[in-house]
């Protein structure tokens, strides 16, 4: 049943996330297996994604990791830029490592899916899960991520994340000062 469940909410947030697409091409999609079906290579796809996670956040083998992405894969989310090339994301991660350490990923949804038409055509995987890594005091901090990737080749096109910021900030003791009245 819990699978199940999490079946159904992954596929509720696939609609959301393919239907501007959908209505843009046709009003007559009326069934959600229209627009997307299960990945037929989801093991492959899925398996790659969490061995290019490993690398890159964990064991920190950028080759390794790099070997994971396009040539010209790309990176948006949150955080240093709102996008990077595998170069500019790797340089990024090491920056960070210099103040982090310990990372460890605990997934909750390993899923993936394939866009039949439209601008988001082809196969996506969708990780979420918790993130978590300590400061240079030994405080752990622990963030919440939704990453959607694109597979191409069978390889990562582009990667797409999201975390709350406002978090991490809250777990290293900063709070958010209001501005006074007339600023």
């Keep these: 049943m819990k699978k199940t469940m999490?079946?159904?909410?992954a596929c509720l947030l696939i609609f959301i996330f393919i239907s501007p697409s959908l209505h843009a091409q046709a009003?007559?999609?009326?069934?959600?297996?229209?627009?997307f079906a299960l990945n037929p290579n989801a093991d492959r796809d899925v398996n790659m994604v969490a061995d290019f996670m490993q690398a890159f956040l964990v064991d920190k083998d950028f080759d390794k990791a790099r070997q994971y992405f396009k040539p010209d894969g790309i990176d948006y989310?949150?955080?240093y830029g709102d996008s990077a090339n595998v170069d500019q994301m790797i340089q990024m991660q090491q920056k960070l490592d210099s103040?982090?350490?310990n990372?460890?990923?605990?997934?909750?949804?390993k899923f993936s899916v394939s866009v039949k038409d439209g601008n988001q055509k082809g196969d996506w995987v969708l990780l979420w899960g918790n993130i978590s890594s300590e400061n240079k005091s030994g405080k752990t901090i622990t963030?919440?991520?939704?990453?959607?990737f694109?597979?191409?080749d069978e390889k990562i096109a582009m990667e797409v994340d999201y975390y709350d910021n406002m978090s991490i900030v809250k777990q290293l003791g900063y709070t958010i000062t209001p501005p006074t009245e007339g600023q």
């Design 99 to 101: 103040t982090v350490t």
């Design 103 to 109: 990372w460890n990923i605990q997934y909750f949804v």
């Design 77 to 79: 989310g949150p955080g």
């Design 6 to 9: 999490l079946q159904l909410s």
């Design 27 to 35: 009003d007559h999609v009326s069934n959600i297996n229209d627009g």
């Design 150 to 152: 694109k597979i191409e």
């Design 143 to 148: 963030v919440p991520f939704n990453s959607v």
